[in-house]
């Protein structure tokens, strides 16, 4: 399959990729589109052999479940039980953005998209690119990541390219994304409210809303089946040092680094990537991902990976470089 590679830097040219991609998708297709998190795989959400497309591009077991991206709130009423106080606290500050809510499902929501659950992950995303083609498709489209299962996340078309060009139709090109992880995923519990994944939108703002369990850090149960411990996976072994340790080169390889703030003085180290130079760690998570790839396609044997302070999103940082750096 020849995947096409539509620009969205001009009205025209966003009016035309719209319209292609919502033709692709009431067809039953699969397209990749930019979200402020990471690309996404999108396919109608009310359509399972659309969805079945999703799970065969991705390769993704079928036990992992999907989040559906909304072109409205009206369609969070259409699909789950959303009416609770603090559900409609959580949408009035953080939607559209970066927050997927995880709520009981109504009738109606394809089993495929959820893995037979009872519960339907929402997000509505603020990016103009996604949020003109749901415009024009008028209805809901699952999105995973458009990464193949268990590898590193998307955040420019050039990477979903790499990772699924030959397999879909059409990329959406809408630059790189802006905040580089994945979103913050949250399943009220009564009046607590449970993180099942870390993103972008920390546990210290959650807090206002409500009392909240926080993940943990080796979280093994696949509770929502994202948190497999081994995922946003290079296919160069990757080790994790702890925060404040000066990483070391090991002889005789040839090892990469991951630094957080500055590259050590000639240390062995045959490539090095610095994450943020002024320490700021929304700049971190926002270029994890690219320089991961970076490294990974750089021929090393190993990539050695610098801990980065772990408050705000730094949390949602190093739950993606623990699992990145796990091999079960
Ligand atoms: O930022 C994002 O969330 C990106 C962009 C494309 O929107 N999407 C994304 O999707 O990261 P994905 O499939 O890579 O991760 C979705 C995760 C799954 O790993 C799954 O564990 C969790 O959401 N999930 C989905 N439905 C769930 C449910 N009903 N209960 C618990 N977890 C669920
Ligand atoms: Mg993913």
């Known amino acids: 399959m020849q995947t096409l590679l539509l620009q969205t830097k001009t009205p025209g040219q966003l009016g035309t990729a719209a319209k292609a991609a919502s033709q692709l998708l009431s067809a039953g297709a699969c397209v990749a589109l930019p979200t402020e998190t990471v690309y996404g795989l999108a396919a109608d959400a009310l359509n399972d052999k659309a969805l079945l497309g999703i799970f065969e591009a991705k390769e993704r077991p079928f036990f992992d479940p999907l989040i559906v991206h909304l072109p409205d709130r009206v369609w969070a009423a259409r699909l789950a039980h959303s009416e609770g106080e603090l559900v409609q606290a959580l949408m009035e500050a953080y939607w559209p953005g970066p927050l997927t809510l995880v709520l009981p499902k109504r009738a109606g929501v394809p089993d495929v998209a959820t893995s037979g659950l009872s519960t339907v992950a929402l997000r509505m995303s603020a990016h103009p690119v996604l949020n003109a083609v749901l415009e024009e498709f008028g209805r809901p489209v699952a999105a995973p990541s458009a990464n193949r299962f268990g590898r590193i996340s998307p955040t420019s078309a050039q990477h979903v390219l790499a990772e699924l060009g030959g397999r879909i139709p059409l990329v959406v090109d809408g630059?790189?994304?802006?905040?580089?992880?994945?979103?913050?995923?949250?399943?009220?519990?009564?009046?607590?409210?449970?993180?099942?994944?870390?993103?972008?939108i920390a546990a210290e703002a959650l807090a206002a809303f409500a009392d909240v369990i926080e993940p943990e850090a080796d979280n093994v149960i696949p509770e929502a089946p994202g948190q497999l411990k081994s995922h946003y996976a290079p296919r160069t072994p990757m080790q994790l040092v702890p925060f404040g340790i000066a990483p070391t080169a090991q002889p005789g390889k040839a090892c990469g680094l991951l630094a957080w703030r500055q590259a050590p003085e000639s240390s062995g180290f045959a490539a090095v990537e610095v994450l943020s130079p002024s320490g700021d760690l929304s700049e971190a998570a926002t270029r994890l991902f690219g320089l991961m790839r970076r490294l990974d396609e750089a021929g090393l044997d190993i990539i050695i990976a610098e801990s980065v302070p772990e408050n705000g999103i730094g949390a949602a940082i190093m739950d993606r470089l623990r699992k990145a750096s796990s091999n079960e």
């Open 175 to 200: 630059g790189p994304t802006a905040l580089g992880l994945e979103s913050t995923i949250v399943a009220p519990d009564g009046n607590r409210l449970r993180i099942l994944r870390r993103g972008p």
